[in-house]
């Protein structure tokens, strides 16, 4: 089996080339007329066929949102190679009461985790709601976050609010670059500063998590 170039993420080989699933999932991002055709051409069974190609050449990182061809497509693929898939979910949930059950947070999540996630981002298409560009920060975003990292879904992620960072420095390694993130760049930079003075290396993420989103949609 072939092996595609590889990077690390939060701790985590993955191949430097990911397997999008818009055309899989029926995303277009062009017009109706091709989402129809694409959901109306795809079944699981050609899905299966285009990331078992994957799989055989290296690329074995696909990036989704949880949707049942999908799911599908991906533990077939898997069983007919032999290998496991790096898998980022992308999903969208509910952000305001009397939305679908089945939409809530915490569902939505158990289900990236019962899927075998790695990784887990909320979708653009909730992000985007939760910005408020009046104060510079995400809503909430440290709630999701915490959800998500309680399920193992951020690997690598350290989650260290600014004033018990001193305290805690013994959580952090010191022989590989720390990113100091926050919202919207101030308090990482903050820490960036405390970490230096004691010895890590480490970088802000200017801008924050939002600006971030900002120049790097997330796409399915």
């Known amino acids: 089996m072939a092996e595609f170039q590889r990077t690390m993420v939060g701790g985590v ?39 078992t190609v994957f799989l055989d050449n290296g690329v074995d990182t696909i990036m989704g949102m949880t949707q049942p061809i999908l799911n599908e497509a991906i533990q077939i693929a898997q069983e007919r190679t032999g290998r496991k898939l790096i898998t980022i979910y992308t999903p969208g949930f509910n952000i305001l009461p009397g939305g679908p059950a089945e939409s809530e947070p915490e569902r939505v999540f158990d289900l990236c985790q019962k899927l075998g996630a790695t990784f887990c981002f ?13 104060h510079g920060v995400i809503r909430d975003m440290d709630k999701y976050s915490r959800m998500i990292r309680e399920r193992g879904m951020i690997p690598g992620a350290v989650a260290i609010p600014l004033g018990q960072l001193r305290k805690r420095l013994g959580e952090l390694p010191r022989d590989r670059m720390i990113v100091a993130y926050c919202a919207v760049g101030v308090r990482g930079y903050l820490a960036e500063r405390i970490l230096r003075a004691n010895g890590f290396t480490v970088s802000n993420l200017s801008g924050g998590i939002t600006m971030w989103k900002a120049f790097h949609p997330v796409r399915v």
């Open 13 to 51: 080989s993955v191949s430097r080339m990911i397997i999008g699933t818009n055309w899989f999932l029926g995303y277009s991002h062009t017009s109706a007329a091709k989402d129809r055709f694409i959901t109306s051409y795809q079944t699981v069974k050609n899905i299966a066929d285009i990331i």
């Open 122 to 134: 909320p979708h653009t298409s909730t992000t985007d709601q939760l910005v408020d560009r009046m």
